[in-house]
C-alpha cells in the first residue's frame, strides 16, 4: 500500500529477508503527488464503462464530473488530464477578447508553475499581486486591478488558490472578494488543486467555497490519492465551451473511464481520511518544533515549511532520514523544505521521522546561524514543483 519502490526483480526473490526488503521501502513526503496508485484501485478500473469522451458518451466520466460537480455546488464538470489543464481551461473560458489580463496571487501555481500558459493559450497578461495579508483580499485587488480601457489590458479574472502553501483562504475573505468581483465584473476563479484539504481541515463544505467562484479546478491526483486527473467545474455552458477547447489543447481524451472509477474509489475511500492526514501533520509539526525548528507559515492542512536555520544542516538531516528510515525529503534548499503529508505516510513514519531527528539533532545541532531570510520558493523540489 505505502510507496514501495522495489529494486527490479527484488519483489519475486522470496528468500530475501525482509530486512533487506525495507531498505527499499521509501516515504515520499516532498509532494501529495507522490501517491502511488494501489491494487485496489486498479481492481475497481475493471468496472468502469469503456465509451468515448470525446463524445462525452462515458457513463463512468460523466457520473465521476456529475458527483464531483455537485460536491463543489456546480452544474456541471469536466475531467482533464492534469491541474494544468484545468486551470488554464477554467481561466480560458472566461477570457475572450484581448487586450486582457488575469490578477493572481503573485506565489499561486497559475503564475509560477504553469509555463507562462496564459499568455500562450489566452492571450492574456498577468497582474501578479504579492498580498499584503496571507492571502488576497479585497484591498490587494482594488489596489492593482486594471482599470484603463485605453493604455491597460484590462483585468478580465481574479484568480485565487486553495489551499496555498497549504493555508487556507478564510471564508469571510472569500465572500468578500467574491462580492468584489461580481461588483467589478471580474470572474473569479479558484486553483482548489488542494480544495479537500481546506473543506477538510476548516469543517467548511467544498460547496461553500465552490459556490462563490464562476470556475472552480480541483486536484484528483493529489493527497486524494487518484493516478490521474482533475476537474474542472461550472455551470453547463461554460464546461461545454471548456470541452471544445480541451480538444483544441489535445486533451480530448477517448476511454478515460477506468481513471475516473479509480478517482470514484478514492473519493469513496481516501477523502474520509484527510483529517487524519492533518491530525499527522499537526504531530509532526509540534515534534519538530519541541526540537528547535521553526516553519516559515502556520501549519494548516497537510503541508510544512520547515526551517531548520540554527539548529540543523537540512541536507544532512535529510540524508540521515533517508539512509535510516527510507524517508524522501526534499534537500534542494539547506535551510527549508516544504514536507508535505497524505495518506500514504501512516503514524509509525511519523514517528520513526521524530525518533530519528531527535537523535539526529543531539549529535549534529547546532548548525551556523544564518541570517539571510529564505525565500520560500527555495522550499519547493526544485525540478519539480508541485
Ligand atoms: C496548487 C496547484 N495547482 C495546480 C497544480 C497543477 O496540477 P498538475 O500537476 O496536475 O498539472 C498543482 C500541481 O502540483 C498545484 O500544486
Not at 78 to 104: D, E, I, K, W, Y
Not at 134 to 141: F, M
Not at 248 to 268: E, P, V
Request: glycine letters at 8%; charged letters at 20%.
Amino acid at each position: 500500500m505505502f510507496s514501495r519502490i522495489l529494486k527490479p526483480g527484488l519483489a519475486t526473490q522470496s528468500h530475501l529477508a525482509t530486512a533487506t526488503l525495507k531498505r527499499y521501502i521509501t516515504y515520499d513526503i516532498t509532494s501529495d503527488t507522490a501517491t502511488q496508485p494501489t491494487d485496489a484501485m486498479f481492481d475497481v478500473m475493471k468496472e468502469a464503462t469503456k465509451a468515448d469522451d470525446v463524445f462525452g458518451i462515458d457513463e463512468t466520466t460523466n457520473q465521476l464530473e456529475r458527483q464531483v460537480a455537485q460536491l463543489l455546488g456546480h452544474e456541471a464538470g469536466l475531467f482533464c488530464a492534469s491541474g494544468t489543464m484545468t486551470n488554464q481551461l477554467g481561466l480560458r473560458v472566461s477570457l475572450h477578447q484581448p487586450p486582457h489580463s488575469v490578477l493572481v496571487d503573485s506565489r499561486s501555481h497559475v503564475n509560477l508553475y504553469e509555463c507562462g500558459g496564459l499568455a500562450y493559450h489566452s492571450q492574456a497578461s498577468v497582474t501578479a499581486v504579492e498580498p499584503t495579508g496571507s492571502h488576497l483580499s479585497v484591498s490587494d485587488i482594488q489596489r492593482h486591478a486594471i482599470r484603463d480601457e485605453l493604455c491597460g489590458a484590462v483585468t478580465s479574472v481574479v484568480a485565487v488558490e486553495n489551499t496555498l502553501n497549504g493555508t487556507i483562504m478564510p471564508l469571510p475573505q472569500l465572500e468578500a472578494v467574491r462580492e468584489h468581483t461580481l461588483t467589478q465584473g471580474y470572474k473569479l476563479h479558484m486553483d482548489g488543486a488542494r480544495l479537500w484539504d481546506a473543506s477538510a481541515a476548516s469543517g467548511i463544505p467544498l460547496a461553500t467555497y465552490g459556490r462563490l467562484c464562476d470556475t472552480v479546478s480541483i486536484c484528483l491526483s493529489k493527497g486524494l490519492g487518484a493516478p490521474i486527473g482533475s476537474i474542472l467545474v461550472s455551470d453547463a455552458p461554460t464546461i461545454r465551451r471548456a470541452r471544445h477547447l480541451r480538444k483544441l489543447m489535445g486533451g480530448g481524451w477517448r476511454q478515460s473511464g477506468g481513471l475516473a472509477r479509480a478517482a470514484m474509489y478514492c473519493l469513496d475511500n481516501v477523502l474520509p481520511g484527510f483529517g487524519d492526514t492533518h491530525r499527522r501533520t499537526q504531530r509532526l509539526w509540534k515534534g519538530l518544533e519541541a526540537l528547535g525548528m521553526g516553519a516559515l507559515l502556520p501549519v494548516e492542512t497537510n503541508m510544512i515549511f520547515v526551517d531548520t536555520r540554527g539548529k540543523v544542516s537540512l541536507r544532512a538531516w535529510a540524508a540521515y532520514l533517508k539512509e535510516h528510515a527510507g524517508v524522501v525529503m526534499d534537500d534542494s534548499d539547506d535551510r527549508i523544505a516544504r514536507l508535505v503529508l497524505h495518506y500514504q505516510i501512516p503514524d509509525h513514519v511519523v514517528d520513526r521521522i521524530l525518533d530519528l531527528t531527535q537523535v539526529f539533532v543531539q549529535k549534529h545541532g547546532t548548525a551556523p546561524a544564518d541570517d539571510q531570510a529564505p525565500d520560500i520558493k527555495s522550499a519547493y523540489p526544485s525540478a519539480k514543483p508541485q
